[in-house]
């Protein structure tokens, strides 16, 4: 399997997003866990850019495609008080 091109830190830069491992753990933290029946994209703390951009390069399996399943996936996890 090919290791992905970007790390996971630039993606959350790539999003505007405080990008450094507390940060984005306190990110996921905070909005985790997103509803199965919730498509990434339309989470409803993205603003229409970050959307746009998550929704753009899963469609285009892009260079940040498999960050943004990872991101998906590890908003879907339950909270550490689940």
């Not at 306190?26 to 970050?50: G, K, R, S, Y």
């Amino acid at each position: 399997m090919e290791q992905p091109i970007h790390r996971f830190s630039e993606l959350f830069a790539q999003l505007g997003l405080p990008a450094d491992a507390p940060a984005i753990a306190q990110f996921i933290a905070a909005h985790a866990p997103l509803a199965a029946d919730i498509d990434l994209p339309d989470a409803p703390f993205w603003t229409p850019a970050q959307s746009a951009f998550l929704r753009e390069e899963k469609l285009e399996d892009a260079d940040w495609a498999e960050l943004v399943d990872q991101l998906s996936l590890a908003l879907r996890q339950p909270g550490p008080g689940a």
